[in-house]
T-cell receptor, first 115, second 119 residues
């Protein structure tokens, strides 16, 4: 069974440029998460989707970050414009649902470097 | 708000030896889940072990076991017979048992412990 797929794995951009990350969750997983992992830190939740609905986006900086999950499968996270402080790893995870027993499975992440 | 603390930024163990990674947490909830995740250099986070707070028995998965002390809010991971492939960053994480009002089922992570395995 394929795991969570993310692309690109690495991205280097100049500040003020836009950037987008793509995530394909495990087949059949209704819940999708985007996490931000700063260097030397644990991941922090940015946004959670239940199917195509964003049900928890309280930690998403909405002035420059946006996300979508059309058709409730793939998801895209966008930053526009990027700032130096956005350099980090962006992790996508998915789970069957939100039941207490549902395990979150993580993708390999996208490492973003903003110059 | 819940917090997770890992006070050991780095640990080292000899191959075939045993190592224990520490984790403490703070919560006012009585029911919750605790996890240990492993993140190898390739950066794909992998679930190592999980513990339900309502279970008194410590979880075990092959060479990995936990020491869960609910009253002390402590959740340590013991790796027995350490192997070179165990070298990675290990994260302790907390999740609420239910969607309490205003809460989510998000994972709350500690800052991680980087484990090196010496041959």
């Amino acid at each position: 069974e394929a795991g969570v797929v993310q692309s690109p794995r690495y991205k280097i951009i100049e500040k003020k440029q836009p950037v987008a990350f793509w995530c394909n969750p495990i087949s059949g997983h209704n819940t999708l998460y985007w996490y931000l992992q700063n260097l030397g830190q644990g991941p922090e939740l940015l946004i959670r989707y239940e199917n195509e609905e964003a049900v928890d986006d309280s930690q998403l900086p909405k002035d420059r970050f946006s996300a979508e999950r059309l058709k409730g499968v793939d998801s895209t996270l966008k930053i526009q414009p990027a700032e130096l402080g956005d350099s980090a790893v962006y992790l996508c995870a998915s789970s069957l649902g939100v039941a207490s027993t549902d395990t979150q499975y993580f993708g390999p992440g996208t490492r973003l470097t903003v110059l | 708000a819940q917090t997770v603390t890992q006070s050991q930024p780095e640990m080292s163990v000899q191959e075939a030896e045993t190592v224990t990674l520490s984790c403490t947490y703070d919560t006012s909830e009585s029911d919750y889940y605790l996890f240990w995740y492993k993140q190898p250099p390739s950066r794909q986070m992998i679930l190592v072990i999980r513990q339900e707070a309502y279970k008194q028995q410590n979880a075990t998965e092959n060479r990995f076991s936990v020491n869960f002390q609910k009253a002390a809010k402590s959740f340590s991971l013991k790796i027995s017979d350490s192997q070179l492939g165990d070298a990675a960053m290990y994260f302790c994480a907390y999740r609420s048992f239910l969607n309490y009002g205003g809460a989510t089922n998000k994972l709350i992570f500690g800052t991680g412990t980087l484990l090196a395995v010496q041959p």
